[in-house]
Every structure is written in C-alpha cells, then in structure tokens.
C-alpha cells in the first residue's frame, strides 16, 4: 500500500473485511443494492455502523478513529 501512496497510484479495491479497509484506506466508498450509500474519509465511514449494516458490513472489532 506504501507503495502506491508513494507512487500516486489510487487502487481500487472490493472487499468487505472492513477491519483492513480501516487501517489500510484513506477514502472509503460504501455500495450496495447498486447504490453509493458512503463516500467519504474512511473514519467517518467507519462511524455510520446503522448503514455499514444496512450494506451488510460490520466491523469485527472496534476500530480507533
């Protein structure tokens, strides 16, 4: 990940494990049912749980912000 922040390069990941997007992402966007839901800085994503849930998301552990 350093490695593309260094080099400008933006990845594009599908993932849910929602532990590692917040210690490995700046941005976080939230799709579901073929809608944006989230879209913003991954700590304030991380904070709406009652949406991270409606897109069948949780976190495994509480994350530091």
């Known amino acids: 990940m350093e490695y593309l922040v260094g080099h400008k390069i933006n990845p594009i990941t599908v993932i849910h494990d929602m532990d590692f997007v917040a210690e490995a992402f700046e941005r976080t966007i939230v799709l579901a ?9 991954t700590r304030e994503i991380i904070l709406q749980k009652d949406i991270l849930v409606q897109a069948g998301l949780n976190l495994a552990r509480e994350v530091s912000v």
């Open 33 to 41: 049912h073929r809608k944006v839901l989230l879209d913003g800085g």
